[in-house]
């Protein structure tokens, strides 16, 4: 029994289980991997957390610190890669677009405002994250300032891969869009 | 309680993690993510099994298909990143370094030797992978027709970054080799 038996199957799947990953702290799409291109060329990845999904303009909202590494690199250039992959559903979806990074606008005070205060104090921390310091500093108690290093990443996608395993076959298929809406939507060789 | 209070410690229980997520299938260090350089400069990653490892040397080992997407661009640039996360420990890695391609020399060949059949199979796959088709194509039956495109990757490191999560302030080390062994080991803000 596959996940999905047709194209449309697995488009719908993956987006079902991109606003699932949002939502479902526990499940292995809320804490993707993004893929950014380093200062010196080579690729940098971390996990982020899934805060946000829009099926509809097709974006995917993280949150960061300004401070940090993946800021400067989609800021000299946005395109960037994200990776969710379940052990237990065995699918991976791979997903590729360029980001936008938000701090002073409505994006961003939306999100703030909607954060935990647990979820703020990290952005609380000084010095800036990725300074080395001479032992681990405590976590931050404050709650309210780091509003000023606080950025939303939006990432809209243009490409989207599935690949489901299975004994009798993997399945792979791959979705792209364009300006007018869906643009491909084909099986591929696993 | 935190896994390692030290450095070294934290260097220790990387190590000791990576060559348990080769030994155990179970493990979330058993699918880490590989980070590439696309054919148009943006990142490309996927998942894959941790097959070997090597703390000497320090090489993880992992397979592939040489009409891969990632072999390409591999041999195009091989600086390369990999990225572990558990999230019961909630602990991530990431690795950077540089991989070499292997297909017919003595590391293929033993890599090829000690593989299981069910593995095996994938690489008889026709057409390449990759390929568009108008069908999801079963699992090929065959066992050993794929050696001539059977590949092995070596991603040998010099960078190692420690991030592990907690409430009382998240830990971040970073581990750097050079020619004469470890050259850099510190404390990062995280």
Do not use: N
């Not at 969710?84 to 939306?110: N, T």
């Amino acid at each position: 029994m596959m996940l999905a038996e047709t194209l449309e199957a697995c488009q719908a799947e993956a987006f079902r289980r991109l606003a699932r990953g949002v939502a479902d702290r526990l499940c292995p799409f809320h804490t993707p991997t993004l893929a950014t291109i380093g200062d010196d060329g080579a690729p940098e990845l971390r996990t982020l957390v899934l805060r946000g999904f829009d099926p509809a303009a097709r974006t995917l909202r993280l949150h960061t610190d300004a401070r940090s590494g993946k800021v400067a690199e989609l800021s000299r250039d946005p395109r960037c890669a994200l990776h969710l992959y379940d052990p237990a559903a065995k699918l991976q979806l791979r997903i590729a677009g360029r980001a936008s990074v938000h701090g002073e606008d409505a994006v961003a005070d939306a999100a703030w405002a909607a954060s935990r205060p647990f979820s703020r104090m990290c952005y609380a921390i000084l010095p800036a994250p990725g300074t080395q310091v001479d032992a681990p500093p405590p976590a931050p108690r404050d709650a309210e300032s780091g509003r000023g290093v606080f950025r939303v990443i939006l990432l809209r996608f243009d490409r989207l891969e599935w690949l489901e395993l299975a004994a009798g076959g993997h399945r792979r298929a791959r979705f792209a869009w364009g300006e007018d809406g869906l643009s491909e939507s084909c099986w591929l060789v696993p």
